[in-house]
C-alpha cells in the first residue's frame, strides 16, 4: 500500500505592507487636552469673576456732555486721582498713620497713566497738585451756577467741580484725550497694598516727616497698608516738597508693579478674584471701565515688568509762581511739557524725543532746601530804629520771599540780633531764611504754623540772595522701573 506523504498546511499569503503613520503618544494627547481644557475654564472662569466684580465698582460720570475734545490717539490713557477721603478708615488707623481733619475733598495725586496700543508698555505720568492751571467754562454739578475760566491750582479743580472738571482741566491743559477715570482713596491704597502682602522699598538715607509720621532708616523695607501710605504722603521728608513726594510716588508704584506681575496674581483667576474683590469695591471708576477693561488691563500686565513701565514728572518751568488769592504754584515748562504730552498722543516711549543741549552753569546764589518763593514771612521790627521793619520786608521781598509786606514793631525793642522764629514742623523753611539773614538765629515756637517770623535786630546788615533746590529739569526724566533702586 503506497505511503502517502503527509500534507503541509499553506500559510495564508501576508497581505502587503502600508505606511503607517506614527502615531502620537497616548500621554501627550491627554496633556495636550488637559492644557486646553485648564486655559479655556481659566479664561472663563477669569471672565466671570470680573463681570461679578464689576457690578460692585462705584460709577462716576466724568465725561458727560463733554464737547470739544482731543483727538483720540493710539492706546489707552487712563487718569488716576488719589483723593484724600477717609471715610472708611477705621479711628485707630486714623491716629496711627496719623490721617485725622477733615478731608479737603481734592486730588493729593494726579497721574496719566498710557498703556500702549500693544499692552507691552506702560508711561506714568505725574501732574504736580500745586501745578498753575487754567479751568475751562463749567457749570457746577450742584446748583447749575455757570462759572467763567479762572486760575487755579490743578488740585482744586475736583472739589470745585468734580471728577468732570478735573478730567477737562487735565485735557485742556495736556491736549491728551483721556479714556478711562480711575479714582482711589486712602483705603482703596491701603486695601491694595495688604493684599498684595506689603511693598518693598529702599532708600538711601533717613526718611521723616512729622505730619505722615514716615520714619524710615536707611535700607530695604516692606511696606504694609498704612505705612504705605505714609511713603507715598510725605512732602516734608526732604526740601523738594512735592516734587520729591512725586518720585517717590513713582518708585512706589514701579515697586507695585513689579510685585503684582511676579507674585503670580494676573495668572490666577481665583487669586485675581481676591485681589480684585479687595479693591474695587473702594475705587469709582467711569461707566465704560468695566469687564472688558479690566481684562485688557489684567492681560496687559502680564507681559509687563519693571524693564517696561516709564515714569517721570511734567517739566517745570518755574517754581513759586505766586498767584493773587491762590498762593504760590508751579507753572509747566512748555516746550518740555509738549514734548512729553506728545510722546503720550503718538503711543511713544516717553524718552524718545532727543534733549534739547543743556546751557552751561553759571555762578549764581548759593542753593538751599526751601526756595525763597515757597516761604512766607512776616517781619518785626525789634530794635527803636524807625523803618528797619520796611527796610527788612522791601529786601526779603526783593530776594524772592514772601512777605506780608505789613511790617510792625515788635513788643520787645532792644533785640541785638535778628531772630528767625518757627514752627518746628517749617524747620527746613526756617534754616534757608536763616541762611539770607546772615548771623541770625533760629528759635523754634511750636504752634507758630506755617508763617515765619523775623524779629529785626540792631546786626542787621543785608539779605543775601539764595535760591531753591535744584528744579525739575525741563527736559523729561524718564525713569524705568528696572533702574529704581535706593534713593
Known sequence: MPITPPRTRRRPPRPPVRSVRRRRPRWAMRAATTLSVVVLASAGIGHSLVAGLDAGIARVDPFKDMKNRPRAGHGMNVLLVGTDGRDKVTETER????????????????????????????????????????????????????????????????????????????????????????????????????????????????????????????????????????????????GS????????????????????????????????????????????????????????????????????????????GRLGYVVPGIGSTLKWDPAGSERVFRALREDKPLDSAPPRPKPSPSPRAPRVEVAPQQILVQVENGTSTEGLGRRVDDALA??????????????????????????????????????????????????????LKVVAGTDFREVRRVRGPEPVAAEPEVVRGNEVGCA
Open 95 to 238: 491716629r496711627r498713620f496719623r490721617l485725622g481733619g477733615a478731608p479737603c475733598h481734592c486730588t493729593d495725586t494726579i497721574m496719566i497713566v498710557h498703556i500702549s496700543e500693544d499692552r507691552e508698555r506702560a508711561s506714568v505720568v505725574s501732574l504736580p497738585r500745586d501745578s498753575y492751571a487754567e479751568t475751562p467754562p463749567h457749570t457746577e454739578q450742584s446748583g447749575g451756577r455757570e462759572h467763567r475760566g479762572h486760575p487755579i491750582k490743578l488740585n482744586a479743580a475736583y472739589a470745585e467741580g468734580g471728577p468732570q472738571l478735573t478730567v477737562r482741566t487735565v485735557e485742556n491743559m495736556t491736549h491728551v484725550k483721556i479714556d478711562h477715570y480711575l479714582e482711589v482713596d486712602f483705603t482703596s491704597f491701603m486695601k491694595t497694598v495688604d493684599v498684595l502682602g506689603g511693598v518693598r522699598i529702599c532708600t538711601a538715607r533717613p526718611l521723616r516727616d512729622t505730619y505722615t509720621g514716615l520714619d524710615l532708616a536707611p535700607g530695604e523695607h516692606t511696606l504694609k497698608g498704612g505705612a504705605a501710605l505714609q511713603y507715598v504722603r510725605a512732602r516734608h521728608a526732604d
Open 241 to 316: 516738597s512735592d516734587l520729591g513726594r512725586m518720585k517717590r510716588q513713582q518708585r512706589f508704584l514701579a515697586s507695585l508693579v513689579d510685585r503684582a506681575t511676579s507674585s503670580g496674581i494676573l495668572l490666577n483667576p481665583l487669586k485675581f478674584r481676591d485681589v480684585s474683590r479687595a479693591v474695587l469695591g473702594s475705587v469709582r471708576a467711569d461707566r465704560g471701565f468695566g469687564t472688558g477693561e479690566l481684562l485688557d488691563l489684567s492681560r496687559a500686565m502680564r507681559t509687563f515688568s519693571p524693564a517696561s513701565s516709564e515714569f517721570t514728572t511734567v517739566p517745570i
Open 398 to 451: 526783593a530776594a524772592g520771599f514772601r512777605t506780608t509786606r505789613r511790617p510792625v514793631d515788635s513788643a520787645t525793642r532792644d533785640v541785638r540780633r535778628t531772630v528767625v522764629l518757627h514752627d518746628p514742623r517749617w524747620d527746613r523753611s526756617a534754616r534757608s531764611l536763616a541762611d539770607a539773614l546772615p548771623g541770625s538765629a533760629l528759635r523754634a515756637v511750636p504752634g507758630l504754623g506755617p508763617t
